[in-house]
């Protein structure tokens, strides 16, 4: 498969089914970020297929400038914070449905068990950190791109993960989280 | 139970539709309707210019018929733009697309990944959790140094020293130095804040960038110092 780019590009030459490319490439880690918002999968999905359509709504915003990607988790971060305005943060206390979901969610993401730990550890963090540190080690954004992301400045950035991570080496005594 | 990507990807494809088919509607409906809306404006405006002096006469009296007759084309065209509602200040933001107020807070120009909904915090709502700051917890990091001060004595300094010095901060740029102090702050909620202080002149509060000049530099490190007078 091409690079996310390039099928989007093809998408607005014309051809319909590259922007199915672009869904398969990035709807699971649109979920699994906008999840890190929104603590609801469902919400999540939805508001992924909402960001994806953006895309197909007002095609010409997109510049290439920059990577496709930043520019969707920065519209899905937008979403999310829309989202939370009109809803509460959802604690995973409801349905087992909500825990199956999760897990199958995990699984097409987060290569391993360590990851899954990691993330799992990421919940107990301040929202800041915790969006700050999925940009970086989950979905490997440079610095720049995830200021992008969250509307800050790199030495925001900077400082944010070094607070999380401090805060992390307490809670995963024994791990390393290098950037 | 979460959709297959195969699903998503259908109704992505059906929602592009329905909207791809809204626009041609919306598109064909204002071409049928805008001749007839023009046309019906240039007749309304004209039965205006002929009918207005004698309904302003029976109303008013002949002064302010005279009156009207010299600048009629002036008070027409005054009319008709006041009847333009005024443009986006006071509506909502739109998305541009079918005229609707947008569900994802709107996609301005400047911000093509669109913003949210609703003003930024601004510097004194920030400041507001600072209000029933209950410890705090100052390390200098040049030495290790820490301190922790409680109640009154530590809200006194915040409203004396540090308080002034974040008002007349301002945004600041990137320009990596070294932070030299770190103030965690206990508020009400149980939560906590942290400002950290640079050599360069820049603090953070909780990651929002500030920059402060030479005097706040100086109270700065009255405030490290008071603390750790007082502490002691």
Known sequence: ?179 | MRRTQEEICAEIRRRRDLYREKKRRQKRILMTTLPVVCLAVVMAGGLWKIAAPGILSDHIGESTTAAFDGDCQAASTMRTASEVPDAAPSQPILDGTDGKPSESGGISDSDPTGGVEGEEMTFEELLMPWDGVSQMCLTDLRTGRSATLEGTACQELLEEILYPVLIRSTDGAYDPVSCFAELILTVPDGGSLTVSFYEDGELTLDGEIYQTDSEGMAQITKLTDAVFEQND
């Open chain 1, 1 to 179: 498969m091409e690079n996310g780019e390039s099928s989007y590009r093809r998408f607005l030459n014309g051809d319909e089914t590259a922007f199915d490319e672009v869904v398969k490439l990035y709807l699971d880690s649109l979920i699994f970020f906008i999840n890190r918002y929104v603590g609801d999968v469902m919400a999540a999905e939805d508001l992924a297929v909402d960001t994806l359509l953006e895309l197909v709504i007002h095609p010409h915003r997109y510049d290439f400038k920059r990577s496709l990607k930043t520019y969707l988790f920065a519209i899905g971060k937008n979403k999310a914070f829309n989202y939370l305005k009109r809803h509460r943060r959802v604690e995973y206390t409801e349905k087992s449905d909500d825990f199956a979901d999760l897990a199958s969610l995990e699984d097409s993401v987060l290569a391993n068990e360590r990851s899954r730990e990691l993330s799992h550890a990421l919940d107990k963090l301040p929202d800041d950190m915790r969006i700050c540190l999925h940009l970086i080690y989950f979905e490997e954004l440079s610095y720049k791109d995830a200021a992008v992301v969250m509307k800050k400045s790199v030495k925001q950035i900077d400082n944010l993960l070094y607070r999380a991570k401090n805060q992390l080496r307490q809670m995963l005594p024994g791990d390393d989280f290098r950037a």
